[in-house]
């Protein structure tokens, strides 16, 4: 039997890659694994910016959030001859939201999957219970490590129960005297508390520390050891700002000499050994909702006396007077236990022998031969085959998702307008446009990718729009590079891409300041709604209001004026209609497919039967126009394509192809019809080379993207509205593929 494992691994410090490497180890080196003749390799997740040096078990890696990493990993498992696929899932080790990334993976295998679970949650977000649900439909068998796991997985997440396997969290089977372990760390003399694992506010290491001056006033020669480094995503967002608050409850307390902190991620005979060296081992999580704890099973394991708070793992591992419980934040009650317990050394032996006797049924080579064993299982049984979704999208076709050039042409007063080639042309300045559409894409980046650069990019073009807002709430348009104004009012499709780029941050905003700042400015500007007569600004400002709208559904006010936008946009439509022409003007123009995307949006929000049906006959007659030959062929600027008249073909623009696939994506999102998927897509490929002249748009050296075409080919200038209508797309299709992957 051959197996592949998909987890993080040694040396990323990290608990899945701890436990996927005893895991591994139990199941294929231990000396009883290796008379069966089983083999394997790990697939590991390492961070985007950080290179491990892996040991040779170790065959690929998984950057967290490079989606084509994901795909490649599917093709290499399939090709590689492994008979099964055990996939260790935590949700913050994958990329995307809530992890998605993992899902295109698994819907590739060509294999039996078996999944173990670290954390289920109780109250799941919509996208964290929709990527379980299709996880465990895709595995064969799902292994858990507590009973309360189970109750969670069938009553929360409709998962069969036959489906679900407990295997307790395994410990090594190290052994040491705890006598020697004492004198080796000098520590013989003391009295030692223990808590080890990654720091984090949720551990509750002030509660013990609050605890100890009633202990140390009765037992004075008491030392408290916390074991850990700061756990790496809170020391990446927030430092040692947790760390430096327990430092300082310490000395406040004046228990310098009683409390010492460890800052290492040690290995684990070390790791053993102090737990032997503990008289009681303490973990005083702060809730509840701690479905396994590999710490508290390490304890348990070595047989240390236990005292825990009662989260989910705990009372199930201490149970039948395996350890004690105190509250949450209760220091008190922690005090009495621990002097209740070192007062009276027969209570403190009897929970040592209960925890080593229950630990001696959960040692690794134990749990590895379980995992063996229900993996031969699993392949003598006759495999129905897991139903597999799958689209046309490649997301191996499209090139790495990067910000190099839009970091080329942004300054610290906004996005640069054109360019020449791929360089900026001061000359030409700002305009607001760009700007809006930067904002919009770098929230999505954020949003999906988590991308510290869009983050960061973020409030330039915020307050480029903020300096550009007039008292009464109109904006004004292009700026010069000296920052002079260039006009009193901009044209109403700026307005309209401004409020677009407002709503979306109002629904995605990624802390308070933009958020507000944002609000602001939208409502500032929303008398102005409904004085717009371009029906492209219009539709422009009913997306924006839509995307409001979404996260602020009681807005009854803002609700009526997108209704009433809506039905402007109808009247149009009503007024230019006829048997052979279904749209909104007597000629096909520029940024065609913002008119269906709007309705769209407004009938998700208004639920009108009118507005969908005007919506997907737009739609339909576009793409009756524009989708030809399997590539999009876009109504050319130079002529556009009056009615009764001919198309013009050239001059066609990047903006127009990201309306093409932002409105099929939104038409996917209403109908969950996989064709619509399958035009965006096609879409999409128009700036890969999927087009009239056959000739790529994209810059792979660049990474900006063309300007459009003309008679003479690819205008190769490479401006803002061209290279943010590209990464709109290129982020929409990531969006897209992701959701077709959560749906049923």
Same mark, same amino acid.
């Given at each position: ?10 040396? /990323? ?99 039996? +999957? ?65 006598? $020697? ?36 006033? &009765? ?16 020391? /990446? ?10 430092? /300082? ?62 989260? %989910? ?35 403190? &032996? ?44 490649? +997301? ?10 839009? $970091? /080329? ?12 080639? #791929? ?50 709430? *109109?904006?004004? $348009? ?7 104004? !260039? ?12 409020? %677009? ?16 700042? @944002? ?63 279904? %749209? ?10 913002? +008119?269906?995307?709007? +309705? ?13 049906? *005007? ?10 126009? *524009? ?15 009056? &009615? ?29 019809? &996989? ?12 700036? !890969? ?18 300007? #459009?075409?003309?008679?003479? @080919? ?31």
């Amino acid at each position: 039997m051959k197996i592949a494992f998909i987890a993080t691994f040694p040396p /990323r410090q990290c608990g899945i890659g701890t436990f996927t490497n005893n895991l591994y180890d139990a199941m294929l080196v231990s000396e009883e694994s290796k008379e069966s003749g089983h083999e394997g390799f790990v697939i590991a997740l390492s961070d985007n910016n950080i290179e491990y040096e892996y040991p040779p078990q170790v065959k690929l890696t998984i950057r967290q959030d490079h989606q084509e990493d994901y795909i490649k990993a599917a093709k290499f498992i399939n090709l590689s001859g492994a008979d099964l696929c055990i996939l260790e899932h935590e949700f913050g080790i994958f990329g995307g939201q809530s992890g998605v990334y993992i899902l295109p993976l698994l819907h590739r295998l060509d294999i039996p +999957l078996m999944v173990t679970l670290h954390t289920i949650l109780k109250a799941p977000s919509y996208n964290e219970k929709a990527i379980l649900q299709e996880i465990c439909k895709m595995a064969h068998k799902i292994v858990v490590m507590s009973h309360k796991a189970i109750k969670f997985l069938v009553s929360i997440y409709d998962v069969p129960k036959e489906k679900i396997v407990l295997i307790e969290h395994g410990v090594p089977d190290i052994h040491y005297s705890p006598e $020697n372990s004492k004198t080796d760390f000098k520590l013989e003399s003391k009295k030692v508390l223990l808590t080890f694992g990654f720091l984090g506010r949720n551990k509750g290491i002030e509660t013990v520390i609050k605890a100890l001056p009633k202990v140390v006033e &009765k037992h004075p020669n008491i030392i408290y050891i916390v074991l850990g480094k700061t756990h790496p995503s809170i020391l /990446r967002h927030s430092g040692e700002e947790y760390r430096i608050f327990l430092l /300082r409850l310490v000395k406040s307390l004046q228990l310098e000499k009683h409390v010492i902190f460890l800052n290492e991620f040690i290995g684990v005979q070390d790791l053993f050994k102090y737990l032997y060296a503990s008289d009681i081992y303490i973990t005083p999580y702060l809730n509840e909702a701690q479905i396994t704890s590999g710490t508290l099973s390490y304890a348990v394991g070595v047989g240390c006396a236990a005292i825990s708070t009662p989260y %989910w793992h705990a009372t199930e591992l201490l149970a039948e007077g395996r350890g004690r419980f105190f509250n949450f934040n209760d220091h008190e009650g922690l005090s009495s236990i621990i002097n209740e317990l070192i007062d009276h050394p027969e209570q403190l &032996k009897e929970l040592k022998r209960k925890a080593h006797d229950y630990g001696k049924k959960i040692t690794w080579p134990k749990t590895g031969e379980r995992y063996v064993k229900l993996a031969s299982t699993i392949l003598k049984e006759e495999q129905s085959p897991i139903e597999k979704k799958e689209t046309v999208i490649d +997301l191996l076709v499209l090139p790495p998702f990067s910000l190099i050039h839009i $970091n /080329r042409m942004t300054d610290d007063t906004g996005i640069i307008q054109h360019a020449k080639f #791929g360089i900026p042309n001061l000359k030409e300045g700002y305009c607001l446009d760009d700007n809006a559409r930067a904002l919009l894409m770098v929230l999505m980046a954020y949003r999906q990718m988590k991308d510290e650069r869009a983050l960061e990019l973020s409030p330039i073009y915020l307050s480029y729009i903020h300096y550009m807002q007039n008292m009464n709430g *109109t904006f004004r $348009n292009f700026l010069s590079f000296s920052r002079n104004y !260039l006009d009193e009012v901009g044209s109403e499709d700026s307005f309209g891409r401004t409020i %677009w780029a407002l709503g979306y941050l109002l629904g995605n905003a990624p802390n308070d300041a933009y958020y507000q700042t @944002g609000k602001l400015m939208f409502f500032n500007a929303s008398p102005n709604f409904e004085k717009i007569k371009s029906i492209r600004g219009i539709a422009n400002t009913m997306i924006g209001i839509c995307y409001y709208l979404k996260s602020n559904p009681s807005d009854d006010t803002m609700t009526e004026r997108l209704r009433n936008l809506a039905n402007i946009l109808i009247k149009h439509y009503e007024e230019n209609e006829s048997s052979d022409w279904k %749209w909104f003007e007597s000629l096909l123009a520029y940024d065609n497919g913002i +008119l269906p995307l709007a +309705l769209l949006h407004s009938a998700e929000i208004l639920n009108d039967g009118k507005i969908t049906k *005007t919506a997907l006959a737009s739609l339909n007659f576009l793409t009756s126009h *524009t989708l030809r030959d399997n590539c999009l062929s876009i109504i050319g600027n130079e002529k556009w394509y009056k &009615k009764e008249g001919e198309r013009s073909i050239f001059a066609q623009q990047p903006i127009d192809a990201m309306s093409m696939v932002l409105m099929y994506h939104q038409a996917f999102h209403i109908t969950k019809d &996989k064709e619509y998927l399958n035009k965006l897509y096609t879409s999409f490929l128009w700036f !890969l080379g999927e087009n009239d002249l056959r000739m790529s748009l994209y810059d792979f050296e660049t990474k900006g993207c063309c300007d #459009g075409f003309e008679s003479y @080919g690819v205008n190769r200038n490479q401006g803002a509205e061209s290279s943010l209508a590209y990464l709109i797309s290129h982020l929409t299709v990531l969006q897209a593929y992701e959701e077709f992957h959560k749906s049923d």
